[in-house]
């Protein structure tokens, strides 16, 4: 006589069932990223008052897991009046990775400079979609004077959106940066056209089997 389930009780042969079924439920989607340097950027563009043309840069870490864009003209300033408080950049990516994977973005760290008078409020929204999916991830950051800082700022993407398998979609990317300058209208800005200071998005990529 083989000994296996029937030789449970009812209850811990239901639990134990149970249990198998999770594990099962688990291992499917594990969340494992590709093999180093399989992950690549076949397709890179961008436009919009935030992002003249040459003024950003990219890259993606060899684990597949962070993908970085670097803006070096994108500053949202009250400096001319209302002209130039509100700047925006869109970006689209075509990722390369191996078959069996799909992805969502988990967080975007942020790095910039903002300065900003007494009732001078500052917004950097970040939203992102899959072409082809349903939804739209977004992540906002708001920033009060006074207040004078380098920053670097983290934060998850609320509704994020997943690729999906067996088929390679354009990641949309949307940065919009704003300065609000209160009534009656005072001084702000948020990122600068620096070397030392430019304005820095790091997205960290979630990994999931198919």
């Known amino acids: ?3 296996g389930l029937r030789s449970f009780p009812p209850m811990a042969a239901m639990a134990t069932l149970l249990l198998l079924t999770i594990l099962q439920l688990a291992v499917h989607g594990y969340a494992q990223a590709p093999a180093p340097g399989t992950v690549t950027i076949d397709g890179f563009t961008y436009e919009g ?9 990219h890259s993606i870490s060899d684990d597949g897991q962070a993908l970085t864009v670097m803006y070096s003209s994108y500053t949202a300033t009250t400096d001319q009046g209302l002209l130039n408080t509100r700047k925006k950049c869109a970006l689209t990516i075509i990722l390369n990775y191996p078959p069996g994977y799909f992805y969502t973005l988990g967080t975007v760290t942020m790095r910039g400079y903002t300065k900003l008078d ?6 950097v929204r970040v939203t992102y979609h899959v072409s082809g999916r349903i939804g739209t991830g977004a992540a906002t950051y708001n920033f009060f004077g006074p207040t004078e800082e380098n920053f670097e700022k983290t934060e998850s993407f609320a509704n994020a959106v997943s690729s999906e398998c067996g088929r390679v979609r354009n990641l949309n990317i949307i940065t919009e940066g704003r300065v609000l300058p209160g009534k009656p209208p005072k001084s702000g800005i948020i990122t600068v056209d620096s ?14 089997t198919c």
Not at 118 to 123: E, L
Not at 195 to 208: F, M, P, S
């Open 1 to 3: 006589m083989h000994k």
């Open 49 to 57: 008052d935030g992002c003249p043309s040459g003024s950003v840069a």
């Open 118 to 123: 007494a009732k001078v409020k500052a917004t």
């Open 195 to 208: 070397t030392d200071l430019k304005l820095t998005e790091i997205y960290a990529i979630n990994w999931k």
